[in-house]
């Protein structure tokens, strides 16, 4: 301390706290130094560094400028009051975390496992034949594509029932693809045309679905064992024509099969 004073810079150091905010505190008058030198430059008293070193420990306990200064400044002033109030407060901010821990919990999980389901849940809601090694087998193949990091995301926040409705809306979907074929319905009809509308709509729930990626899909459908299975358990032959539909729509729409891009 100078004979009259601490100067900012010093003061500064010996706080905590930078230039800048002394000089806003100063601005604001919470904190003005009381002394200056002979050049003109502001000097903090004993007293002036009693009341930053108070404002300091308000503010760490959560206090905003305008409650510190109705501690320091009001006569009569409540401050056990106004400490209960930062209490609240602060216990609502816990609460706000530890619900945003369990939501980033639940969210490494989904990008780990996929499916946040045991595996009862798994073929209760997906049905008997229903192998809960898929997800991590798909996790493996898919897990650092941005479609991945997608159907994560929103499985995160799935429950049970949320995955049921999806679950239904697949399985009704499968019995409009069946009832066409029974209808005769061909590859580039406008019947088809819908549907393959629809299954980029049915299967959204899981991730955007382009035009190109839904031919890299039904391609994948007529050739994949298992996914041939499921349709052709459907219907004879559905696998094949559900991936002749998609592609007759692509092409409908300027897209060549051939050339087409998982974008």
């Known amino acids: 301390m100078g004979e009259h004073g601490m100067p900012v810079g010093?003061?500064?150091?010996?706080?905590?706290l930078t230039v800048r905010t002394l000089h806003h505190w100063d601005e604001i008058g919470l904190a003005r130094p009381a002394a200056r030198s002979a050049a003109g430059y502001r000097l903090y008293t004993?007293?002036?560094?009693?009341?930053?070193?108070?404002?300091v420990v308000y503010r760490e306990l959560g206090l905003d400028l305008d409650a510190i200064r109705a501690v320091l400044d009001e006569r009569?002033?409540?401050?056990?009051a106004q400490l209960r109030i930062q209490r609240v407060q602060l216990a609502q901010r816990i609460t706000q975390l530890r619900e945003l821990d369990e939501d980033l919990a639940r969210m490494i999980a989904a990008q780990e496992r996929g499916i946040l389901l045991s595996d009862d849940?798994?073929?209760?809601?997906?049905?008997?034949?229903?192998?809960?090694?898929?997800?991590?087998?798909?996790?493996?193949?898919?897990?650092g594509s941005p479609q991945w990091q997608q159907y994560a995301e929103r499985s995160a926040s799935r429950s049970v029932d949320d995955w049921a409705a999806v679950t239904r809306s697949v399985s009704a979907f499968d019995d409009e693809l069946g009832a066409a074929m029974d209808a005769g319905v061909e590859p580039g009809d406008a019947v088809a045309e819908a549907l393959v509308e629809r299954h980029r709509?049915?299967?959204?729930?899981?991730?955007?679905?382009?035009?190109?990626?839904q031919v890299h899909l039904g391609r994948m459908?007529?050739?994949?064992?298992?996914f041939a299975a499921h349709?052709?358990?459907?219907?004879?032959?559905?696998?094949?024509?559900?991936?002749?539909?998609i592609e007759?729509?692509?092409?409908?729409?300027?897209?060549?099969?051939d050339t087409a891009r998982w974008e």
């Not at 010093?10 to 905590?16: H, K, S």
Request: glycine share 8%; charged share 30%; no cysteine.
């Open 10 to 16: 010093e003061t500064a150091a010996r706080l905590g």
């Open 121 to 143: 849940e798994q073929r209760e809601t997906f049905g008997p034949v229903w192998d809960t090694s898929w997800p991590a087998q798909a996790r493996d193949a898919y897990g």
């Open 46 to 55: 004993d007293d002036d560094l009693e009341r930053l070193r108070r404002i």
């Open 231 to 245: 349709y052709d358990t459907i219907r004879p032959g559905l696998a094949a024509w559900l991936r002749d539909a």
């Open 221 to 226: 459908y007529a050739a994949d064992p298992r």
């Open 76 to 80: 009569g002033g409540d401050v056990a």
């Open 201 to 213: 709509e049915v299967f959204s729930p899981y991730f955007p679905v382009t035009r190109q990626m």
């Open 248 to 257: 007759a729509s692509a092409r409908a729409h300027g897209i060549d099969p």
